[in-house]
C-alpha cells in the first residue's frame, strides 16, 4: 500500500504464524527498496511492483537495516532481477555474504525457509553517510545497534519518514535485543529527530503523525517492563536457568510460550546480567 508520496509498504507474513515482516519501496525515478522480506515473498513484491505500474529492473538500490534472514531472505532475487546494488553496514556484511555463516553463529528454526542465498554487499555505510536515490532524493543513515550491532535506520526527509528495521521494539511485542542499552540509546537518538512524519519499522504496521513518537516512548517503557519481570522472577526462583526463566518472563508479558527461541532467551540473559540494576533507563 502506498502510504506517503513516495513510500509504498508491503506486508509480508510469516508462514503458519501471526508474525510478519515489512518490506518497503521509495518511489522516485528508480525505485530504492528497504529490505527485502523473506524468499517466499517473491511474487508478493514483484506483483505490487507491476501492479502500481513500476517494473521490478526500475529498482537501483535495496538497503538493509540488518542482516537477519526475515530482512534478507529475497535479496539475491532482488539483485538478479534488477541488477540493483545492495548496501548495509559493515558489522552486517559477513552474514549478508555468507548465509550459511550467519546460520551456524545464529541458527534458527525457520532460517532455511526464509532466506536461500547469499548476496554481495556493494556499498558499507556507517553512522552520518548520505545515499543518492536520484531526482534529487536522499536517504541519510543513523547507526542504530541494540537489535545487531550494525543495525542502520534510515531518514527519507523528502517524507519525513524514518525506516527503523527492528530498532524499535514494539510494546506487547517478543523481546529481541542483544543490547540493552545500545538499545536504549538508539530510541533515544530517533526520538531526537524533529519534524518526523512517518515511522516505517519492521515489526510494526506503518505508523504517521503524533504516535511516531509516542512508540518510541513505548518501547523504552517496554524493555523497563521486561527488567522488571526478570528481576521479580529471578528473585521468586533463583535456580531457574536461562530457559525456564525466559518462559516465565514471556507468562508475564502474556506471550504464548510457543514463541520461545535462542534469540529472546538471549535478550532476556542480557536483563539477567543487570538484574542487580533497578532501572535500565537511568544511564
Known amino acids: 500500500m502506498q502510504v506517503t508520496e513516495h513510500v ?3 506486508k509480508i507474513p510469516f508462514p503458519a504464524s501471526t508474525r510478519f515482516v515489512y518490506a518497503y519501496l521509495i518511489y522516485g525515478k528508480r525505485i530504492c527498496m528497504v529490505d ?55 558489522a552486517e556484511k559477513g552474514w549478508i555474504e555468507d548465509v550459511e555463516l550467519q546460520y551456524r553463529e545464529r541458527p534458527t528454526a525457520t532460517f532455511r ?13 556507517k553512522d552520518g553517510d548520505t ?3 536520484d531526482g534529487g532524493l536522499t536517504l541519510e543513515t543513523i547507526h542504530t545497534p541494540g537489535h545487531s550491532s550494525g543495525s542502520i535506520s534510515y531518514l527519507f526527509l523528502a517524507d519525513g519518514a524514518l525506516f527503523s528495521g527492528d530498532a524499535i521494539p514494539p510494546a506487547g511485542g517478543l523481546p529481541i535485543y542483544s543490547d540493552i ?45 521486561v527488567h522488571d519481570l526478570v528481576r521479580q522472577e529471578k528473585e521468586k526462583f533463583p535456580a531457574l536457568n536461562p530457559q525456564e526463566l525466559t518462559i516465565r518472563v514471556l507468562q508475564g508479558l502474556a506471550i504464548p510460550e510457543t514463541l520461545l527461541s535462542p534469540i ?20
Not at 113 to 125: F, G, K, M, P
Open 8 to 10: 509504498h509498504a508491503v
Open 181 to 225: 542499552f545500545a538499545t536504549i540509546k538508539s530510541i533515544r537518538k530517533l526520538s531526537g529527530i524533529r519534524g518526523l512524519k512517518a515511522l516505517f519499522s519492521s515489526w510494526h504496521d506503518p505508523i504517521q503523525g503524533e504516535k511516531v513518537y509516542q512508540v518510541m516512548d513505548e518501547a523504552l517503557a517496554y524493555i523497563q517492563k
Open 131 to 133: 545515499l543518492d536515490l
Open 36 to 90: 527485502s522480506g523473506i524468499v517466499s515473498a517473491r511474487e508478493m513484491i514483484l506483483n505490487y511492483l507491476r501492479e502500481t505500474g513500476r517494473d521490478p529492473k526500475e529498482i537501483s538500490l535495496l538497503v538493509q537495516t540488518h542482516s537477519h534472514a526475515d530482512h534478507i531472505g529475497l535479496s539475491a532475487e532482488i539483485r538478479k532481477i534488477s541488477g540493483c546494488k545492495v548496501a548495509a553496514h559493515g
Open 264 to 283: 529472546v532467551i538471549t535478550a532476556i540473559e542480557a536483563h539477567l546480567q543487570e538484574s542487580r540494576r533497578l532501572s535500565v533507563l537511568e544511564t
Open 113 to 125: 525457509s526464509y532466506v536461500q542465498s547469499s548476496v554481495e554487499v556493494d556499498l558499507v555505510v
